[in-house]
């Protein structure tokens, strides 16, 4: 079992969590993930690393609502039945930084994926860089972390869909303004959002990363939710991923796979509903 430290709140369907757990942490590189289990009979959640404490042996995860195995670990308070990690593969430049001294980069994040955004940005800036980041979201008050975020990166642009905060419109309203100012894009986030990126990107032949994390599931590689194609090859994104060339990757077949179990995931969220007794805030 591991301590929860805490499994607050931040908006209206995210939540961040710290957890006890020092082995975890050890040699955690950005851009990798951990997987957490509520309970003895939960399904494995794999949730990217959003920042780590390794003196105190703290992790700090990000996750939202979105179904019933997200719902039943918001209601976690003391402790978890298991965490394990860190697992896939660290960010490429995190990894590598000496290779892309003198690049330009920017980071484009949308929702919670801004998540793991922080602590490449962060890692980055202590190795000397000096990183953009844009920022989107549907409105202003689903922003998270943004005096953290704006505390490492050299400039941040935010875009809502509804103009209440920053751009009005998407990222790849910012980034094509922008786009001759960078050398690599990094995206994180909804896959139709790195999906626009990407088709912005290629048109302009600017080399773009992409984190494939929405499509796992398990986590390991054996149930094979997370599978893509990329430069026309089947790849896993827990294991070969997250990360991927952006410009190989089959985004139309990586959509129609996040299909494949909504109504299964409906079920399961009704089902967890009523076994809270009918709460799911």
Do not use: W
């Amino acid at each position: 079992m591991y301590k929860v430290i805490y499994n607050k709140k931040i908006n209206d369907i995210t939540y961040e969590l710290a957890i006890d757990c020092p082995h975890v942490i050890e040699n955690a590189i950005p851009g990798q993930f951990a997987i957490v289990m509520s309970y003895e009979d939960s399904e494995r959640i794999p949730l990217t690393i959003y920042d780590i404490d390794k003196e105190k042996g703290l992790l700090y995860l990000i996750y939202q609502v979105v179904g019933a195995s997200t719902l039943e670990l918001s209601k976690v308070k003391k402790e978890l039945f298991s965490v394990s990690g860190p697992l896939g593969n660290g960010n490429i430049i995190c990894s590598n930084p000496n290779d892309y001294k003198g690049k330009r980069i920017c980071y484009v994040g949308g929702g919670v994926g801004i998540a793991p955004v922080y602590p490449q940005v962060k890692f980055l800036k202590d190795k000397g860089f000096k990183v953009d980041v844009i920022y989107g979201a549907r409105t202003a008050n689903l922003f998270i972390i943004r005096d953290k975020l704006e505390s490492v990166a050299n400039k941040v642009m935010y875009a809502t869909d509804d103009g209440s905060f920053g751009t009005k419109g998407f990222v790849t309203t910012i980034l094509e303004k922008n786009i001759n100012n960078y050398d690599i894009v990094v995206a994180i986030g909804p896959v139709i959002m790195m999906k626009s990126v990407c088709d912005l990107t290629k048109k302009y032949n600017v080399k773009t990363i992409v984190s494939m994390n929405p499509l796992m599931i398990d986590g390991s590689g054996m149930c094979g939710a997370c599978r893509c194609e990329v430069d026309g090859k089947p790849k896993f994104a827990c294991i070969h991923g997250p990360e991927f060339d952006g410009h190989k990757v089959n985004f139309d077949s990586a959509l129609k796979r996040m299909n494949i179990y909504r109504d299964e995931e409906k079920i399961k969220m009704d089902e967890m509903i009523k076994k809270l007794g009918g709460k799911n805030d």
